[in-house]
């Protein structure tokens, strides 16, 4: 048998387990797990080489215990009567090759089993499962792994239950290697369902415990959780109020199985000023400054002014953010707005009030109504314009993404439904209808992928000249089409101006490819315009190869776009500063 093992093993697999300059291992007749379990097991002992020499005492012991070692490392994998066979050779006065030929046999089979669980969680569904989902079923190999991984999960999910004494009355695996068969026993007791109990909450003395309270993952009552714990620190440390939180069940403490919970918090400063700086093709040079109060009143509501002042574009909006008692992302939001937009293609000033309800569902889902207040005083070509709008609307939205800064992978979209009526008090009715979404998708070779697509159209009743150039739809710039300047795409008075369009239409592809931690190069394609037919319409098209460099502050983009289809295309150098979601 051993002979045969040999034979078998030089023709079908070899592996070098040890190459020390004076003894190497080699083993032969195994191949996956099994030849690793065993290269794991015949590490070299320390002491049988030392200083170039063999000790050769305890080379011969080695070479002795080598099957045993060898039947070890194969039992977990069902083979409990394995054939092995070493041979020694001297290659040379300072180097000896072990080789080690290896006959598994037959494996054992599993024969029976008999898992089950007891105590108070006995009927409990989550264990049941994964009882009814256990690997090892009569006449499949035996597997001690995997008997000790599901082992493992069923205690585990035990106690992430709230069954926090958990233990196994029995566990064994019972091998006759006379019939190479197994028989598995595994019964787990629960023992009684811990419950938390009350919270207390110290550190934070200027927010209200109601508000506290909205960001703890469980209630007095429900079953204890590790997982509902880690999930409550998770949701302190998110929402940017708290510069360290610590969560800590008191077990002893527990009373009647109820265990208390302690927080301790630390809060961040009540008042923050962040200035910023940017630029962009679009906008030109900008500065930003935001001014914010996370506690206002002393009840946990928000106050926020962002003001921004750019060559192209001027804003200042202040806003009111309560949150919900409901839910955790739920909030209600009141905003007061002064903006101007002043690019090539026309000249906005508008003041704005708006009232939004905000709504979170699973998955990063979220969901808004809003009533908005608009005064636009506007000149496109040469119209000179005010309008005066109520506009109630709804917003579906989703972000998600692996990372704020460099994503590797994401995802985002937005749906929006808005409109306005004469009936309401607004100078022309129409309804529009606008979504965007970005897909961002990890590729080999460090390559990323990034479709964008961006449409919108208007339905309305009455003089299209009296809707707001901010109601209107453009397309051109740098996160639109590149190629093309900043809002420049649209429709075209008798003097050749853009007036903007009824509907809209942008797609893009960019392949981009990582270099480094921070560089980038991308190639892209744009095409998209604004347009007043659904039937009759043009796109214009810009292809072009892009830099990226990325900071903690944001990426710098620099692009370098072509324009297509044009009998005289031009080349338009585009370069913003900061997020782009």
Request: proline letters at 5%.
């Amino acid at each position: 048998m051993a002979c045969g093992g040999l034979l078998l093993g030089l023709l079908v697999a070899s592996s070098s387990l040890w190459a020390d300059p004076t003894v190497e291992v080699r083993v032969y007749g195994l191949e996956g797990n099994l030849l690793e379990n065993v290269e794991a097991a015949l590490t070299l002992p320390a002491g049988l080489v030392q200083n170039g020499n063999v000790n050769e005492h305890w080379l011969k012991r080695y070479e002795a215990k080598l099957p045993q070692l060898v039947g070890e490392a194969l039992k977990p994998f069902g083979y409990f009567d394995s054939q092995t066979a070493v041979v020694t050779e001297r290659v040379n006065d300072k180097r000896i090759l072990l080789r080690v030929s290896v006959e598994p046999g037959p494996p054992v089979l599993v024969a029976a089993t008999n898992l089950d669980i007891r105590g108070p969680g006995a009927d409990n569904q989550e264990l049941r499962s994964l009882i009814r989902d256990f690997p090892l079923r009569p006449s499949d190999q035996l597997r001690q792994d995997k008997y000790e991984k599901s082992k493992a999960a069923l205690r585990t999910q035990a106690i992430a239950l709230g069954y926090l004494d958990a233990q196994f009355a029995r566990h064994a695996i019972r091998v006759d290697t006379g019939t190479r068969q197994a028989e598995i026993e595994l019964i787990l007791d629960t023992g009684p369902r811990y419950r938390f109990g009350q919270v207390r909450m110290d550190g934070a003395p200027r927010y209200p415990e109601r508000f506290l309270r909205r960001y703890l993952a469980f209630q007095p009552g429900h079953a204890f959780s590790h997982a509902k714990l880690g999930q409550t620190q998770l949701n302190f440390l998110n929402s940017d109020r708290f510069r360290d939180v610590s969560v800590t069940p008191q077990m002893e403490q527990a009373v009647d199985l109820n265990v208390p919970v302690q927080i301790q918090l630390t809060p961040l400063p009540r008042l923050r000023l962040r200035p910023g700086i940017g630029y962009g093709t679009d906008t030109g040079a900008r500065l930003s400054l935001r001014c914010q109060n996370i506690n206002l009143l002393g009840r946990g509501h928000e106050q926020l002014t962002e003001l921004m002042v750019a060559e192209k574009r001027q804003s200042l909006q202040s806003s009111y953010i309560v949150p919900s008692r409901r839910k955790l992302e739920d909030y209600h939001a009141w905003r007061l707005g002064y903006k101007r937009d002043n690019p090539d293609s026309y000249d906005s000033s508008s003041l704005s009030a708006e009232a939004e309800w905000v709504r979170a569902f699973s998955s990063g889902l979220s969901g808004s109504l809003f009533v908005r207040l608009l005064h636009e005083s506007f000149t496109i070509g040469d119209d000179r314009e005010q309008s005066r709008m109520v506009i109630p609307g709804v917003r579906l939205t989703r972000r998600r993404y692996s990372d704020p800064i460099r994503p590797k992978r994401g995802d985002h979209f937005s749906l929006e439904a808005r409109g306005a009526s004469q009936a309401l008090g607004s100078d022309v009715s129409l309804l529009q209808f606008l979504g965007s979404g970005t897909i961002l998708k990890n590729l080999p070779a460090r390559l990323s992928l990034q479709a964008r697509l961006q449409a919108a159209t208007t339905l309305r009743d009455g003089d299209p000249d009296e809707i707001p150039a901010s109601m209107r739809f453009f397309a051109g710039g740098d996160q639109s089409v590149r190629g093309y300047a900043y809002q420049s795409l649209s429709p075209k008075d008798d003097d050749g101006d853009p007036v903007g369009g009824a509907h809209q239409l942008v797609a893009s592809l960019e392949l981009e490819r990582a270099i480094g931690d921070h560089w980038g190069v991308a190639i892209f394609f744009d095409a998209g315009n604004a347009f007043d037919s659904l039937s009759d319409y043009t796109l214009a098209k810009g292809v072009g190869i892009g830099c990226r460099y990325y900071t903690r502050i944001g990426p710098i983009r620099v692009d370098l776009a072509r324009q297509l289809g044009v009998d005289d295309p031009s080349v338009r150098l585009h370069l913003s500063m900061g997020y782009l979601w």
